[in-house]
């Protein structure tokens, strides 16, 4: 029998605001006091280039330079503008998902993971680029039905489209790989890639990133917020309880 006969596959639409679909999306919802010192890898096929953050430091301590090999302009414009943000460490946190997801969701249940197909719905976070292509790409977050998290986020050209510029959009692929903090039981990302080509006056321009993030540390930005956060998560299980 063939591999493929043995794949079997469940298909149905389901609320986002219900079951394992809104235990992953109340998991990605970080509040603002959520911080996280991280050391990050960034990699072109040009260079590489690491980085340590961490925000209770100051000055040139708190985004420090470890590592840098090769040369490439394009990542060194997009570490600057990450290291400029008022808060780097919030790209670890996909808090912005729900809105994005919507109120119904496709899923495909292949049993160990669920395939959760969506049409990205613009944030405030995007920017005008950002609306653009996310009215083209599709959309899938890979889900673990038992523990109710997700593990990755996908985003990828369907077909070729022209620019909003001109020229030719050939192919975009952009992933978030996904892990669970067990103290706090709150999502965040640990890797990030990105490809695309482009075409468009005789030139082609290719470009693909990765970044990789590693000893991470979470904490609250005060006592007080760590206990408010924890009032909120023992409501939010007393509720849970009483409606069981």
Do not use: C
């Not at 990699?43 to 985004?63: E, I, L």
């Not at 996908?154 to 489209?161: K, N």
């Not at 990302?189 to 082609?204: C, D, H, L, W």
Request: charged share 25%; no cysteine.
């Amino acid at each position: 029998m063939p591999v493929s006969a043995l794949i079997v596959s469940l298909a149905y639409q389901l609320s986002a605001s219900s079951g394992p679909v809104d235990a992953a999306l109340k998991a990605t919802e970080t509040p603002d006091t959520f911080r996280a010192a991280f050391t990050v890898t960034l990699k072109s096929p040009k260079a590489v280039r690491t980085f340590s953050f961490d925000p209770r430091k100051q000055g040139a301590k708190r985004w420090e330079l470890l590592e840098a090999r090769g040369e490439d302009d394009d990542l060194d414009e997009a570490v600057a503008a990450w290291a400029s943000e008022p808060a780097p460490d919030g790209r670890l946190f996909p808090d912005d998902l729900r809105p994005s997801v919507g109120q119904q969701v496709d899923v495909q249940d292949f049993g160990a993971a669920w395939r959760v197909r969506f049409k990205h719905k613009p944030s405030l976070n995007d920017g005008e680029l950002d609306v653009w292509i996310a009215e083209r790409v599709d959309a899938d977050a890979w889900l673990d039905p038992v523990s109710g998290r997700f593990l990755r986020l996908d985003y990828s050209l369907p077909r070729s489209v022209r620019g909003p510029d001109g020229g030719r959009l050939t192919r975009f692929q952009q992933s978030y790989f996904l892990e669970s903090d067990p103290t706090w039981g709150l999502s965040y990302i640990v890797a990030y890639t990105m490809g695309f080509e482009g075409k468009g006056g005789f030139q082609t321009i290719n470009r693909d990133y990765m970044a990789t993030v590693t000893s991470i540390e979470f904490f609250f930005s005060s006592p007080d917020a760590e206990e408010k956060f924890e009032a909120q998560q023992q409501r939010a299980s007393g509720r849970t309880l009483a409606e069981r």
